[in-house]
């Protein structure tokens, strides 16, 4: 069973900044794709940022700028800069294997002075 785990989240003021990491339970180098969702509340969760195993990106247009994508053999990464209140949400690890899809528990971030 895979499991990932998401930490990094918290309380931050408005243009500040934080980064998230993701841990999996295997090797991530195996895992041709992972990425970071948001669910608001009341809103569809949505995608915010993904990176391939070869290192291509896509970023949801509301992020190009602020957020970075990152991935290392051990650890998936999001860098996030001048946060906004609206990038208020649950956060959560998203990796695809073998045709599998996983999730993590999430982490809560919450932007706000």
């Known amino acids: 069973q895979v499991r990932l785990v998401e930490s990094g989240g918290g309380l931050v003021q408005p243009g500040g900044s934080l980064t998230l990491s993701c841990a999996a339970s295997?090797?991530?180098?195996?895992?041709?794709?992972m990425a970071w969702y948001r669910q608001a509340p009341g809103k569809q969760r949505e995608l915010v940022a993904a990176?391939?195993?070869?290192?291509s990106t896509n970023y949801a247009d509301s992020v190009k700028g602020r957020f970075t994508i990152s991935r290392d053999n051990a650890m998936m990464y999001l860098k996030m800069n001048s946060l906004k209140p609206e990038d208020t949400a649950v956060y959560y690890c998203?990796?695809?294997?073998?045709?599998?899809?996983?999730w993590g528990q999430g982490t809560q971030v919450t932007v706000s002075s």
């Open positions: 998203y990796a695809k294997i073998q045709l599998m899809n996983y």
């Open positions: 295997v090797n991530i180098f195996d895992i041709y794709t």
């Open positions: 990176i391939t195993s070869g290192g």
